[in-house]
């Protein structure tokens, strides 16, 4: 198991830079970017509208490890009721805050401040903290918990993925719901494994890298742990913290312990063909936030084959 510095996590968030358009644009990773934003607004759109067909027109959301706040127009565009935001890193969230009041007065300077949700902003290691205790209403219970991008930061030991689900899920109304993105461990095992001879236990393509930690053990043959299983990954040559493989099976098997059943997960293609069958916006969606890439036809396939699925089993679940 490792040992994770909470500090790090945040410090490496909170040194982030807040990059304007015009550099956005330039980065390698635009359309990549673009494109899993347009999924989480996919994901939001669709639990928010299955919340509405069940009687609840008005959300109460909690935002998980929300960060700079790079969801809050899509609960406004959801037209929520309440938002509770939560992320480790002070200065992330501190933007966030400021990119909601930017919101809220250009709603009152439109006399409609009234449409927008009310909002409060919790800095906490949601992996050790009990959230519940910080909530400004004791007794708020949420119709839904979006975690985004951020679950896989706790499973670095089993008390940290089990305080954070329990954050997720014990102030969640009956049939409310729990939604998330998360890395593909299956996948970045399957890469790590393949890697070839001379860069063992490190994969990489022509955007992004991860790097199994325990290299003697992969080469030992041995299946990645439980909790703990940290690897480090860079993305446009940005390291980042250290990250930990989430086995699926493993996460629902600690969901259930909250009475959570799973609707579904998809792998992002996949999720990709289902929200555009599903939705008559997401295709104009996908255009208005340039989530495609134009395929660069001169450059390689850069694509690891998936393989046998079936490589990527953990140790039996002897959960305390
Ligand atoms: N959810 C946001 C989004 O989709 O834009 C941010 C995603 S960012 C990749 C991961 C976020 O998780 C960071 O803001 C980081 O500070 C936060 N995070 C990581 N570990 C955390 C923890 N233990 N408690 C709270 N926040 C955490």
Known sequence: MAAVDPDHVAQHYNAVPEKGVAERVKSRIFYLRNFNNWTKSMLIGEFLQKLEHNGIRHATVLD?????????????????????????????????????????????????????????FISADCSKKRLREAYEQKDIRFDLCSCQFSLHYSFASEQQARRMLQNACESLKPGGYFIGTLPDAARIFHCIKNAPADSAGK?????????????????????????????HFTLDEVVNCPEFLVHFPLLEKLLEEWNMELVYKMRFPEAFDKFLKDSKE???????????????????????????????????????
């Open 282 to 320: 997401g295709r104009g969606l996908l255009g208005r936030m340039q989530a495609l890439e134009p395929y660069p036809a001169e450059e390689e396939e850069d694509v690891t084959p998936m393989g046998d699925k079936s490589e990527y089993k953990t140790a039996e679940y002897n959960l305390s």
């Open 203 to 231: 994969y990489a393509n022509s955007v992004c890298s991860v790097e199994y930690e325990d290299k003697e053990g992969l080469s030992r043959g041995e299946q990645p742990p439980l909790f703990g299983a940290a690897f």
């Open 64 to 120: 998980l490890c929300c960060g700079k706040g790079g969801d809050l127009l899509k609960w406004k565009i959801g037209r929520i009721e309440r938002l509770v935001c939560a992320d480790i890193a002070e200065v992330s969230l501190a933007q966030c805050e400021d990119r909601y009041r930017e919101m809220l007065d250009r709603a009152k300077q439109e006399r409609r401040q009234n449409d927008l949700f009310t909002a409060e």
